[in-house]
């Protein structure tokens, strides 16, 4: 059984930053890619951020990047997103998720497993 748990989610002031940790455990995901999505309230979910486990592949979407960065930690099987210059439209719960796909994929279809979540909330 694979399983991603996602942590460091909170309130902040917007101008913040948060660090969220995406913990991998069941399987080897030496062959794995990590992406990060989100969905605020009311709206679908959207992705954020991704990379594969051997680091290549990194990639934002738009209203990210220049302020998230992605990485990950092999030892601890661990995916990480830095999240600086936090503005209130970033208030979403963040979800990590797994996909086999070596190449950069932001389709949600691609992925085979999901954290539960773990909710930002960014003030003004």
């Known amino acids: 059984q694979v399983q991603l748990v996602e942590s460091g989610g909170g309130l902040v002031q917007a101008g913040g930053s948060l660090r969220l940790s995406c913990a991998a455990s069941?399987?080897?995901?030496?062959?794995?890619?990590i992406s990060w999505f989100r969905q605020a309230p009311g709206k679908e979910r959207e992705f954020a951020a991704t990379v594969h486990w051997s680091g290549a592949g990194t990639y934002y979407a738009a209203s990210v990047k220049g302020r998230f960065t992605i990485s990950r930690d092999n030892a601890k099987n661990t995916v990480y997103l830095q999240m600086n210059n936090l503005k209130p439209e970033d208030t979403a719960v963040y979800y990590c998720?797994?996909?086999?796909?070596?190449?950069?994929?932001?389709?949600?279809?691609?992925?085979?497993?999901w954290g539960q979540g773990t909710q930002v909330t960014v003030s003004s």
């Open positions: 998720a797994a996909s086999p796909e070596v190449g950069i994929t932001t389709s949600q279809a691609r992925y085979n497993y």
């Open positions: 069941g399987r080897t995901f030496s062959s794995y890619r």
